[in-house]
């Protein structure tokens, strides 16, 4: 069983479209969580962590549920930039585990 | 800037010639890690570091080794290389701290075609 599990898309949407991507992890000790997001021949970058109390970054908002082991990210007013694919990330004990990636194509 | 920079960046090699990747930070961090991505499996960790001359095996560790003899420098050495190790090679760096300091940052990627 993987460690992280991602629906890998690809989402497709219009611009200024809201949209959502889920992720579970397996280890219930882990114990940081986050998004990152990794253009196309490019190096992951952090996108943002991810609380239990829930956080936002502008049009990005992260969720965690520790209970069901589930992690959350919402995009609001999606823009052409936000092409990209997005990696769930989990760290415990200090090794990260990655989701496959989940792909988003913002369409004009 | 995370201050890492991986070496070389790109390389074609031949099956069963030895390999080695360099990753080198700047920023005193006590975790290094090797990922290796490739499609449909995502980033997965080959090997990793804790501190000076202690590493750990990760999950796609066979054919791999690696060394730390400076805080600074984390090598990466396929000992014979195979087609099946053909990926994008990504080092990464982390020190244990609150928020997004708790986090994970890449080098820029290594490219290796193995032929």
């Known amino acids: 069983r993987k460690e992280v599990e991602q629906d890998p898309g690809p989402f497709n949407v219009p611009e200024g479209a809201t949209v959502a991507f889920n992720c579970t992890y397996s280890n219930s000790a882990s114990q940081s969580f986050f998004w990152y997001r990794q253009d196309c021949r490019k190096e992951p970058k952090l996108l943002m962590s991810v609380y239990s109390s829930g956080n936002e970054d502008g049009r990005f908002t992260a969720q965690l549920n520790r209970a069901s082991q589930y992690i959350s990210l919402l995009i609001r007013d999606s823009k052409l930039s936000d092409s990209a694919t997005y990696l769930c990330?989990?760290?415990?004990?200090?090794?990260?585990?990655f989701g496959s990636g989940t792909k988003l194509n913002v369409k004009p | 800037d995370a201050g890492i920079t991986q070496s070389p960046r790109h390389k074609v090699t031949e099956t069963g010639t030895p390999v080695t990747l360099r990753c080198h930070q700047t920023?005193?961090?006590?975790?290094m890690y090797w990922y290796r991505q490739d499609p449909g499996h995502g980033l997965r960790l080959i090997h990793y570091s804790y501190g000076v001359k202690d590493t750990d095996k990760g999950e796609v560790s066979d054919g791999y080794s690696v060394s730390r003899s400076k805080t600074e420098d984390f090598l990466l050495t396929l000992e014979s290389a195979t087609s099946s190790q053909t990926s994008v090679y990504f080092c990464a760096i982390h020190s244990p701290g609150t928020g997004d300091g708790n986090t994970i940052y890449f080098g820029e990627g290594s490219w290796l075609t193995v032929v």
């Open positions: 990330v989990v760290n415990s004990f200090n090794k990260f585990y």
């Open positions: 920023e005193n961090h006590r975790y």
